[in-house]
Structure formats: structure tokens, C-alpha cells
Antibody, heavy 115, light 107 residues
Framework: EVQLVESGGGLVQPGRSLKLSCAAS????????MAWVRQAPKKGLEWVAT????????YYPDSVKGRFTISRDNAKSSLYLQMNSLKSEDTATYYC????????WGQGTLVTVSS | DIQMTQSPSSMSASLGDRVTITCQAS??????LIWFQQKPGKSPRPMIY???NLANGVPSRFSGSRSGSDYSLTISSLESEDMADYHC?????????FGAGTKLELK
């Protein structure tokens, strides 16, 4: 059974950093692209980042480019999202997802950016 | 960037109604579109992939269609368990973009 479990969310002040993790199991992690998607409270979904199988290619929307970094450790079947220079508008639930059909999602981890 | 214009933003319908939600793509995305259902406090669940294909385990009352740049999700006969938010996603190119979502409520 495919499982994606996010961790690392919490309350952080504007301008600070936070790193999210996603532990994957139930599939061969190194064979799949991985992604982060977020959802602000009572808002729609927003794609945040995608990383290739080896980690050599990464993709971001303009809203987070230069501030967020997606990475992976295939030996640990883990996905990461380093978030720097956080803004109040980054407040959201962050989901880890497998972007082949987006069939598999984690349960999400809440990040709140507030002073 | 490809814009996905989703409508309506919310709607109320009665049990047994036929319901249609639409996403319009600002550029050609082929059939590279997924429809998701999301219930409160839950992760999104894919319902339709590649614009018209039913995902595993999804009831046959759900269907997807395409007419040019307009993509539709139809529920043929609404059931109470269908009350949820629905989102479309284009994955033709980066940045992947979602529609703004549709909140489906019971009338």
C-alpha cells in the first residue's frame, strides 16, 4: 500500500525558514517524480514544486521560486521542501503527492506563518 | 502560464440531479487534465484522469468530457456522498495549475 506521510509543519515567524519532510513507502520511491501541493485555509489547491527521479530537475511556480527548494533522498525514500523567507501568504496545508496521475497524497502538514 | 477557469465556484443541487462542473484552459492542454474530489479535512482524491478516464473505484455516475478547451465533470445522479469540493488540474506543462475549485452543496 502506498503511503506518504508529511512532517515538519508548525508555526513560524515571517522571514524565517522551515523544512518539511515526506516519508514514502509501498512503492519504489526512486522510480517516481514527486511533488508538493499546498492549500491555504478555505482556498483552492496550488502546485508548489516537482522533482525528477534523480533530483536533477526541479520545477517551481513563480510564487515560490528562489525561496523554496525541493529535494529528495532516494536511499531514505524521503522527499523534502526547504522553505526560506516565509511570508504570511505561505500559510497553508502542504501535501506531498506522487504526480503520476496525482493518485497518491499524504495527509498534509499545516504551516502557519505569523508573528 | 496556463490558466484554468473553473465554474461555478459554488452550487447547490438536489439528490438525483445531474450536475456539471467546467474548467476552461487558456492554452492547449490536450487531455492532460485531472478532476479531484476533496472532502473537509481530507486530501484530494482523483476522480477522472486524462480528461475522460474514470479512476479506480470511482462510481460510474461520474464522467469526464472535453469540448475544445472546455473540460467538464458530470455527476449523472447526485448522491449525498458527492457533496464536496471539486478541483481540476492541468499537467500539460509547468507550472501545473489548478482551477479555483467548486463547492458542491445539497439544496
Amino acid at each position: 500500500e502506498v503511503q506518504l506521510v508529511e512532517s515538519g509543519g508548525g508555526l513560524v515567524q515571517p522571514g524565517r525558514s522551515l523544512k518539511l519532510s515526506c516519508a514514502a513507502s509501498g512503492f519504489t520511491f526512486s522510480n517516481y517524480y514527486m511533488a508538493w501541493v499546498r492549500q491555504a485555509p478555505k482556498k483552492g489547491l496550488e502546485w508548489v514544486a516537482t522533482i525528477s527521479t534523480s533530483g536533477s530537475r526541479t520545477y517551481y511556480p513563480d510564487s515560490v521560486k528562489g525561496r523554496f527548494t525541493i529535494s529528495r533522498d532516494n536511499a531514505k525514500s524521503s522527499l523534502y521542501l526547504q522553505m526560506n523567507s516565509l511570508k504570511s501568504e505561505d500559510t497553508a496545508t502542504y501535501y506531498c503527492a506522487r504526480p503520476d496521475w496525482f493518485a497518491y497524497w499524504g495527509q498534509g502538514t499545516l504551516v502557519t506563518v505569523s508573528s | 502560464d496556463i490558466q484554468m477557469t473553473q465554474s461555478p465556484s459554488s452550487m447547490s443541487a438536489s439528490l438525483g440531479d445531474r450536475v456539471t462542473i467546467t474548467c476552461q484552459a487558456s492554452q492547449d492542454i490536450g487531455n492532460n487534465l485531472i478532476w479531484f474530489q476533496q472532502k473537509p479535512g481530507k486530501s484530494p482524491r482523483p476522480m477522472i484522469y486524462y480528461a475522460t478516464n474514470l479512476a479506480n473505484g470511482v462510481p460510474s455516475r461520474f464522467s469526464g468530457s472535453r469540448s475544445g478547451s472546455d473540460y467538464s465533470l458530470t455527476i449523472s445522479s447526485l448522491e449525498s456522498e458527492d457533496m464536496a469540493d471539486y478541483h481540476c488540474l492541468q499537467y500539460k506543462q509547468y507550472p501545473n495549475t489548478f482551477g479555483a475549485g467548486t463547492k458542491l452543496e445539497l439544496k
